[in-house]
């Protein structure tokens, strides 16, 4: 319309003129624009972090050392981590051992259950051919074995036998294996976990066996740990 020079846009529900900016020759209309992430919430532009702020973090964290050897490329070959030793932590300077086949010899303590006793049954000596001692079985006590180990002196070219029986009958025949282990002349003790259970009768018992198989004498013990009930 002639003569029109000003145009108010006005707001009935807020009761409120619309609001407009200058931009150089230019009026705009003023407009409140609100970003939403992908949840549909409205967030502040000022305080979301950029791609490239997150690739700067990333880079950041990648390249601090020790991260870092775990993101270099790895060398040719088998990429194997070679060897460690495991050391006890009182700085004793004790070593971890392993078996015949590398295997890390582990093993617990026999947690005595409530209610329970304590069993340790211990036999060493000199043994020039074949030892047998014998724990008898209180009565209606059921006797829990968690472990038990033995070990022979170290004398080159021998081989001892070491081995728990139940006898029972209790007159020492028959004997009914429950483990046995060679010691030869490389590996000359071995320590194992065992979970045998067995009920006593006042007769049956357990036999610790130690036996020299290639003449001469040595020193061999056995022993065996776990608990019964009171």
């Known amino acids: 319309m ?6 108010n846009l006005y707001d009935h529900v807020n009761a409120a003129f619309v609001k407009y900016v200058v931009d150089g020759a230019d009026s705009l209309l003023g407009v409140a624009a609100k970003l939403r992430n992908a949840a549909g919430t409205i967030v502040n532009p000022a305080t979301q972090e950029t791609a490239a702020a997150i690739q700067s973090a990333i880079e950041a964290i990648r ?19 070679g060897k460690i030793l495991i050391q006890d932590g009182l700085g004793l300077g004790y070593l971890a051992s392993v078996d015949s086949l590398n295997r890390l010899l582990v093993s617990a303590n026999v947690i005595v259950p409530p209610a329970s006793v ?25 006797l829990t074995i968690g472990s038990w180990a033995g070990g022979a002196e170290a004398n080159s070219g021998h081989v001892t036998r070491i081995a728990l029986f139940l006898d029972a009958s209790g007159t020492g025949s028959p004997l009914t294996k429950i483990d046995e282990a060679f010691l030869g002349p490389g590996d000359r003790n071995e320590q194992r976990d065992l979970n045998y259970e067995i ?10 066996q130690r036996e020299r198989l290639d003449g001469g004498s040595d020193l061999v013990s056995i022993r065996f740990d776990g608990f019964r009930d009171a």
């Open 2 to 7: 002639p003569g029109l020079k000003v145009a």
């Open 63 to 81: 390249d601090t050392a020790g991260i870092k050897k775990i993101t270099d490329a790895l060398p040719t070959g088998a990429n194997t981590i």
């Open 199 to 208: 009920t006593g009768d006042a007769t049956n018992r357990i036999a610790l």
């Open 118 to 142: 304590a069993v340790s049954e211990f036999h060493s000596g000199s043994v020039s051919g074949t030892d047998t001692q014998y724990y008898t079985i209180p009565n209606t006590k059921k």
